[in-house]
């Protein structure tokens, strides 16, 4: 029985009370093509509109516990269908816009899809060309025909005076809310099975870490919803806290859209900072006879966010650098901020490991990333930094109600309310995941340092040596990348006798130094194979990795022609890289071992 003045323990009430609270705020919001302005749709008429589709869902007697997909990109029809489908105990199925009808097929057979939206022909192609393989779904519907199906739900609750009123609150907290399939960097896909309680647990936990949020905020939401970090921080906290969603264009549209809608909250993945980085260090825009100003603030904004990122070791500024620093942030560093709407609070970073210099170098413009850390069968947060004192390279403490231990051999174990039921059909994997005391083996090495957690490495991922060495890559990449003239790195070296590494050029940068050094070669190819260019990338890997182990350091690497991406099949969705399948492709170029 739903009691208001109790914490909401499901989904359906957390989004009751936030509809009953926060009628008139603006919630999901659009850039208006003819305006070129974000426009939003308030918590009141977004409500009406989940409750008239959940009275279709309810006219079809879809009965709770069946599986509803969405293969489609972000927007307000994404979070309508998800939270419908919750009031009527429906369990939402999320896929990446980007799968292949092959890989969308091997999920909704495996779940027994009972129904599908797809955001448009092309999604709508995928589900025509594998409808006969997929006996089990019965329904196909478009975001097209939303509009339809929310007036016959409307007229059927017409009808039926009280269902819906009646059909939210038979939410248990550990009913299955949704089932998210992941297969992260290797493996065949498992679904995911995250209750009400999982996704709640994690949403006040974030608000008991950051109280200072509220409906005021503005989350840009441009990372996948379809992923659980986005869907919990981009969708389920804004729900939490009654404030606004603006959904970006698409992700080409992130720099444009952050001035648009001005912020004050976005998720990201450490690979798209990167590229932000890689911006300003190019000076893009800066004219010539100002450069080494420019170079001059970025540098100490680099060491002045070390020293406020608490990094070990880090100098502290002295007089004359605070003078300077006072002035490159009214003539440099507040420029950069305005790039990024003008009103951002906290940058979240996620998914993948990210370098001490990047993190730096935000904290010094007066850009607070706060750095975390989890996984889909967490919910996903597991751990991360605390707004106003985020620790460079850590992922912070654990959550507010999240457990956490390290394992004889190094492993990260958790425990807690957002750990995942388990693996949907998959109960021997669910064992393996889960031990008998409750504590999730996590699969990453790490250490905590007066209860801050630091990720070493995937356990998976470590490379082991001909001699028997084991080498973590990740830390050596995040060295590697902090080379401006290096975008991309992947290690490589199993059962070799050396570290190995596949490089992807900063090729904004290499043009600028390949103009200095008159290069004229005729395109990106030629380039990477010039003996100058080979020559300045075996200094730069020395220069980033010369502190290191002998056996950890990399005696052979191989220039990429191009960049790494999702969609040659080489980075997951949310950027992560495939090992194995960047080790095949590439490997070659490296020759024997």
């Known amino acids: 029985m739903f009691d208001p003045n109790k914490a909401p323990a499901t989904l359906p009430e957390l989004a009751h009370r936030t509809f009953t609270k926060f009628v008139e705020r603006p919630y999901l919001g659009q850039k208006n093509k003819q305006t070129k302005q974000y426009e939003y749709v308030t918590y009141g008429a977004i ?39 919750q009031m009527c105990g429906l369990i939402v199925v999320p896929l990446y816009s980007t799968l292949p009808s092959n890989q969308v097929q091997v999920i909704l057979a495996d779940c027994g899809a ?65 089932i998210i399939y992941t297969s992260g960097t290797t493996g065949t896909p498992k679904g995911v099975m995250l209750t009400h309680r999982n996704f709640i647990s994690n949403a006040e936990g974030i608000v008991k870490l950051a109280p200072h949020l509220s409906e005021e905020d503005i989350f840009l939401s441009f990372l996948p919803l379809a992923h659980v970090y986005e869907r919990l921080a981009g969708h389920i906290l804004p729900l939490r806290l009654g404030a606004s969603v603006a959904y970006c264009e698409s992700i080409f549209t992130v720099d444009k859209n952050l001035g648009e809608a001005k912020p004050t909250m976005m998720t990201c993945v450490p690979r798209l900072y990167e590229s932000t980085r890689e911006k300003l260090m190019n000076a893009n825009g800066v004219p010539k006879e100002k450069r080494d100003t420019y170079f001059a603030a970025i540098a100490l904004a680099i060491k002045a966010g070390k020293v406020k990122g608490q990094l070990p070791g880090a100098p502290r500024l002295s007089i004359i650098e605070k003078i300077k620093f006072f ?12 790039g990024f709407g003008g009103r951002m609070k906290h940058f979240i970073s996620g998914g993948a490991p990210m370098s001490d210099e990047l993190g730096a170098l935000f904290l010094g413009v007066g850009l607070e990333i706060l750095e975390g850390y989890g996984l889909t069968e967490t919910s996903p947060v597991i751990a991360v930094n605390v707004p106003g004192g985020p620790r460079l390279g850590t992922v912070g403490p654990p959550l507010p109600g999240v ?56 356990k998976k991922d470590l490379i082991i040596l001909g001699n028997g060495k084991n080498v973590a890559p990740q830390p050596i990449e995040i060295r590697l990348q902090e080379s401006r003239y290096i975008a991309q790195a992947v290690l490589v070296g199993d059962s ?11 090729f904004p940068a290499l043009h600028e130094w390949a103009k200095e050094q008159s290069l004229t070669e005729p395109d990106d190819e030629a380039l990477i194979k010039n003996a100058k260019t080979v020559a300045l990338f075996k200094a730069e890997v020395e220069a980033q990795t010369g502190n290191l182990a002998d056996f950890e350091k990399v005696r052979k690497f191989a220039l990429l022609p191009e960049a790494l991406s999702a969609q040659k099949g080489e980075l997951t969705p949310t950027l992560k890289v495939k090992r194995k399948v960047v080790a095949e492709k590439y490997g070659s170029l490296l020759g024997g071992g």
Do not use: C
């Open 47 to 85: 409500a009406m509109r989940i409750r008239h589709l959940a009275g279709a869902f309810l006219e079809l007697d879809l009965e709770r516990g069946t599986r509803v997909a969405i293969l489609a990109e972000n927007g307000p029809s994404w979070a309508i269908i998800d939270l419908a489908a």
């Open 114 to 178: 009972a129904a599908v939206f797809t955001s448009d022909e092309k999604q709508g192609a995928k589900i025509e060309a594998i409808i006969g393989e997929l006996p089990e779904l019965k329904h196909r519907w478009s975001f097209s025909d939303i509009p339809t199906l929310e007036e016959k739900g409307a007229a059927f609750l017409n009808a039926t005076p009280g269902l819906y009123e009646s059909t939210w609150p038979a939410a248990m907290a550990d009913d299955v809310a949704t």
């Open 327 to 338: 002035i490159y942030d009214r003539v440099v560093y507040s420029r950069i901020r305005e």
């Open 403 to 458: 457990e956490v231990k390290i394992a004889s051999d190094g492993e990260i174990l958790t425990r807690g309310n957002s750990v995942m039921k388990g693996y949907w059909n998959k109960p021997e994997e669910t064992a393996q995941a889960i031990d008998e005391q409750g504590w999730f083996h996590t699969g990453d090495i790490g250490v905590l340092q007066d209860g801050w957690l630091k990720i070493t490495d995937r």
């Open 496 to 506: 070799q006798k050396s570290v190995s590494a596949l490089i992807v050029p900063n």
